[in-house]
């Protein structure tokens, strides 16, 4: 099968969140199964800035094409790259007007930016030549994709064998905006009607790919289920209950060449199972750099996220200072919404020799938290897959997550009679219930030494790889392929 994926954020050209490390690590998994990956990704500022860190150089394709249906004189190059580490071909739609803002999601016009991204894609792939059986989008940015495809391009014969597939990493971003957008998208107007891009007298994006897509999937079983439900579904529970026969959760993995405490330059020791007892001097390096207390004793809690709503950040201000009577440390990376910034900021003046607040983006140092901590904290609100938990599974920390979605899929609470399971949890949204989960935790650390080697090794052997699910993804394509329709 030849697949064409599309996406704002692939590593390591352009980073935000977890987007970025599933474009950046799945196409070569699925690549070597045996199918043929190419990629399809904005050439925002931040990948020309990356490219020249990484020393990768991009060869230009082709100039100035133009979209004729879009009203807009715009016209867009393309530029093409490996996705190092495979064969994997990246393809760069290049336009200055679009792509020269300083991160990811910062233009001026998102809604245009994205309709002129969507286009450009379809137009780059008949102008090289380059036919796909799948195309597979994510998230909102893309979502026109499958869109275009049944509106626009219905009858062309280029794309008459091509079936698309949507992937949802995150229902809370939908791209909802003003519908005078389908004019300059070049849309029909019956498009926007309940059974097609309106919503609420606004045009939403994501809704189209949900609607206009072969499959849709999302990025584990469990969230499969919740979004279908008003509690998760963010106002498109019914049109993913409609669909949802063709709906699939499958699971994210990590890239296990790239992450592997064995390995990872960017971590200070290195060390896997069979010298866990390395991890501790990662604790102690990072302690020193971060100011503070260097002690190998100290329980050290972990936090990387966004801070933003989702992350259940409004839980840790209510317990951290009960929390903080536990006798940890608490180091959290992380940008993201003012207030959050705020408050950690806070946290880090009212204990200043115990936390160690980075509001900066930072994936070294991400690295050295995943290996350094022994608690890993993840209290989301909702959570499609997550990767911070399986990062921390792979260095051998332990999560403590609210089981939500693929929090719920990946962590298993241990259990000391059975010695299974790889982590700790909670499930009611309340900052008592999350405050037991690490008290739990902070216990075993301390006073239960052979438990917490035995969840080390628990979490350092769950299988977050990709292998499992790149298989399921190309059993969804060739789905895609048989329920096409029109
Ligand atoms: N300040 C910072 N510096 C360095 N690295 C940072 C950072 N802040 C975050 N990161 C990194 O960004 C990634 C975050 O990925 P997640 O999957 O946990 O959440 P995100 O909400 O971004 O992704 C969405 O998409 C993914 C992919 O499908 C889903 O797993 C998830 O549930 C969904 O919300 C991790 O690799 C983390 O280390």
Known sequence: ????????????????????????????????????????????????????????TLESLVKSI??????????????????????????????????????????PDIAEQSIFFCASVLEAMKNLGMQFDIIHAHDWQTALIPVYLKALYRTDPFFSKTASVFTIHNLGYQGIFDPLYMKFAG???????????????????????????????????????????????????????????????????????????????????????????????NKLELQKALNLEADENKPMIGMINRLVDQKGLDLVEKAIDFIMLFDVQFVVLGTGEKKYEEMFQQIQEKYPTRV?????????????????????????????????????LRYGTIPVVRYTGGLADTVKEYNPKTKEGNGFGFTEYDPAHLLYAVAKAVHVYKNEKEHWNR????????????????????????????????
């Open 187 to 281: 849309l029909p107007n019956y498009l926007f009607s309940i059974d097609g891009l309106e919503f609420y007298g606004k045009l939403n994006f994501m809704k189209g790919g949900i609607l206009f897509s072969d499959v849709i999937t999302t990025v584990s079983p469990t969230y499969a289920q919740e979004i279908q439900t008003e509690e998760f579904g963010e106002k498109l529970d019914g049109v993913l209950r409609l669909r949802a026969d063709d709906l699939y959760g499958i699971l994210n993995g990590i890239d296990y060449l790239e992450y592997d405490p064995a390995t990872d330059k960017r971590i200070y020791v290195n060390y896997d199972l069979n010298n866990v007892e390395k991890k501790k001097l």
């Open 455 to 486: 969840l080390i090794k628990n979490a350092m052997q769950t299988d977050v790889s990709w292998e499992r699910s790149a298989k399921q993804y190309i059993s969804v394509y060739q789905e895609a392929l048989k329920k096409k329709r029109f």
């Open 1 to 56: 099968m030849r697949i064409a994926m599309a996406a704002f954020e692939v590593y390591p050209f352009a980073k935000v969140g977890g987007l970025a490390d599933v474009l950046g690590s799945l196409p070569k998994v699925i690549e070597k199964q045996g199918e043929k990956v190419s990629i399809f990704m904005p050439l925002h500022k931040l990948v020309r800035k990356n490219c020249e860190k990484l020393g990768i």
């Open 356 to 392: 160690s607040v980075n509001l900066k983006f930072d994936v070294d140092l991400a690295q050295k938290i995943y290996a350094a901590s022994d608690i890993f904290l993840m209290p989301s609100r909702y959570e499609p897959c997550g990767l911070g938990q399986m990062y921390s």
């Open 66 to 107: 133009p979209i004729p249906y879009l009203q807009t004189q715009q016209k867009f190059d393309v530029y093409h790259s490996k996705l190092p580490g495979s064969n994997v071909p990246v393809y760069f739609i290049a336009n200055d007007y679009y792509f020269s803002a300083e991160n990811v999601y910062e233009a």
